[in-house]
């Protein structure tokens, strides 16, 4: 029996995908200051950067690589003997600390959102321990204070970045029309996602609410 013709009117749903593609991808680890991020940095990667008690040790970003642990490619290893093992590795950022206000430049401002933005993945962290020794850049510790800063900062960047890109496409728009779909989508895709930021939500709940 001949295989069964595909309906011309339905449309392939294909699976969506958020974020960049490539072999190498690198994650950035983000936080306010002096919360542990070049600690952490040393003992995942095996490095020893500075990591003092005051705000801003880290100015430039320190990178490093690390093997990524895969029982699937020891097996594989195992069984078929290459005559040379390269595993996966993931290149990993210690980021300078941020503060409430870094997208209108305070602290490090724009120089940490952009180290941010060369980054496929981030790795917020949050400091939980209380301290008198390790100080603290809003005077006292409160991670849930401290998440909501990350993420608010992050998010006015994020406008910032859309309505620039709002306002190329938008020309398009209006010159094509209809005849270019592709501009027209990402238009109105940009635009729910600036309303969602603009509400203090992330993106990602928009692709999940629908």
């Not at 008690?53 to 895969?70: G, K, L, Q, Y």
């Not at 949050?126 to 809003?138: L, Q, Y």
């Not at 728009?173 to 209809?178: I, K, L, S, T, W």
Request: proline fraction near 6%; charge should be negative.
């Amino acid at each position: 029996m001949p295989p069964k013709k595909k309906d011309a009117h339905a449309e392939e749903q294909s699976p969506l995908f958020l974020g960049r593609f490539g072999t190498s991808l690198k994650i950035g680890i983000v936080g306010v200051p002096n919360v542990g991020k070049s600690t952490f940095f040393n003992v995942l990667c095996k490095q020893s950067i500075p990591a003092e008690n005051f705000p801003f040790c880290t100015i430039a970003p320190n990178e490093s690589r690390v093997e990524v642990p895969d029982a699937r490619f020891d097996w594989l290893c195992d069984h078929f003997k290459p005559p040379s093992r390269v595993p996966a590795y993931l290149s990993v950022v210690d980021i300078a600390g941020l503060v409430r206000g870094a997208s209108e430049g305070e602290g490090l401002g724009n120089a940490f959102l952009s180290h941010i933005g060369s980054c496929d993945a981030i790795f917020s962290m949050m400091r939980i321990f209380e301290d008198p020794d390790v100080s603290h850049v809003d005077g006292d510790v409160d991670p849930i204070r401290d998440t909501e800063t990350i993420f608010h900062e992050l998010r006015l960047k994020d406008v910032e970045y859309l309505t620039n890109n709002i306002e190329k496409v938008a020309k398009i728009v209006a010159r094509m029309g209809d005849k270019d779909k592709a501009a027209k989508n990402e238009y109105e895709t940009m635009l729910k996602a600036r309303t969602l930021l603009n509400e203090g939500k992330d993106i990602r709940k928009m692709f999940m609410e629908q």
